[in-house]
């Protein structure tokens, strides 16, 4: 009865709200690989789901999410991986680059 009261306003029913969730967050799962792989960075950088993490943040070449159901949508989660990848894995790409360079002239100037 419920349900039908429910169709009655036009929203869906319970269950087709869960089954559309339950869809959207599995394609959402996989934004983050899909991502990297169109970016050149799958082999750079590690993916890892965690519901113990409070926030997304990203880390010694592992991109840490939140695995909670509901948490991310797909517009937030691209912007995320943006600023993610696009701000913290670039800035310590650079600077693990730059150290390298530095003690490679280094080496080269005191011999």
Known sequence: MEEERVRLRGLPAE???KDA???RA?????LPSEYLQRNGLSQLVRVRWS????????G???????????????K???????HELGTHFTRAHNF???LCGLAQCTRQAAS
Do not use: M, P, W
Request: glycine share 6%; charged share 20%; hydrophobic share 35%.
């Open 60 to 74: 010694s070449g592992c991109l840490n999410l939140v695995d909670r159901q509901g948490y991310y949508r797909t």
């Open 51 to 58: 519901a113990s993490h409070l926030s997304t943040s990203f």
């Open 96 to 98: 693990k680059f730059s």
């Open 26 to 30: 599995a394609c959402e799962r996989q």
């Open 76 to 82: 937030r989660l691209l912007g995320l991986l943006d």
């Open 15 to 17: 269950i087709e709200y």
């Open 21 to 23: 969730t339950a869809a």
